[in-house]
């Protein structure tokens, strides 16, 4: 039996006595990249926390056959929240190293040196405390540490934010290589070209609930859209009027 990276069985999560999403359930396949795509409020984060433990929730979540919540469960994956922000007093190095300590690895510095072109990230920076660096600049030092953990599930709050189109290509391309080498990779983003272009199947949510799970392809298909923005709308569209 093939053991999931990821499975959601109706789980539902809020603050306060707010419920933000209700009995979402969805699985994640090993080795391939899964888009989350909705509006914004539509609870991509507020899912990502409950999977991660970080929100009061119901229904449950398994990473690799384990549950999501406790830190054992997690040992598999690394994390890059939304809004990403290194330590103002930390070097770029040292984040790396210290990031890395967390999973019991040792940092390679010539690959890390080559993760950082491959990022469009000026190597000299990793010299430099995190309070001088621009908000790309922070968000690519983040998705460096992540990708330098080599662990077999990325899960990825926006990981496009802040980067500019050389930079989201670049990306693409690392996320790419990740999966090809067996690994999984799960992210958010409301830009859907970026999801159209790389992942293997996407959820849809809207209004705290999931109303599509499957490929890109068969949701322009079902809605017969020109592309992947016209079949998300008309999807969301669809689900107001119902």
């Not at 054992?72 to 994390?79: D, P, T």
């Not at 330590?87 to 040292?94: H, I, M, V, Y």
């Not at 693409?172 to 830009?191: C, M, P, Q």
Request: charged share 20%; with cysteine; proline share 5%.
């Amino acid at each position: 039996m093939t053991v999931l990276p990821l499975d959601v069985c109706g789980l539902s999560a809020g603050y306060g006595k707010k419920m933000v999403i209700e009995n979402i359930e969805f699985s994640v396949q090993p080795g391939e990249v899964f888009g989350l795509i909705g509006l914004n409020g539509a609870g991509k984060t507020t899912l990502i926390k409950a999977i991660l433990g970080l929100s009061r929730s119901t229904g449950a979540a398994s990473i690799f056959g384990s549950p999501a919540g406790p830190p054992a469960g997690r040992k598999s994956l690394a994390y890059l929240p939304e809004k990403f922000l290194p330590s103002p007093l930390l070097k770029g190095w040292e984040f790396l190293s210290l990031t890395l300590s967390y999973y019991g690895k040792t940092l390679d510095r010539q690959r890390a040196l080559r993760l950082c072109q491959g990022l469009d990230l000026d190597t000299q920076v990793l010299g430099r405390q995190g309070r001088t660096y621009s908000k790309g600049m922070g968000q690519k030092l983040g998705l460096l540490g992540t990708i330098l953990t080599d662990l077999p599930l990325l899960i990825l709050d926006e990981p496009m934010s802040g980067l500019d189109p050389r930079a989201r290509i670049m990306l693409k391309d690392r996320l790419r290589e990740y999966r090809d080498a067996g690994n999984t990779v799960f992210f958010s983003s409301h830009i859907l070209a970026d999801i159209e272009e790389i992942c293997d199947r996407i959820a849809v949510m809207h209004g705290g609930r999931l109303i599509y799970c499957g490929t890109p392809a068969k949701l322009l298909a079902k809605f017969a859209g020109d592309n992947l923005e016209r079949a998300f709308l008309a999807a969301i569209n669809q689900a107001d009027a119902a």
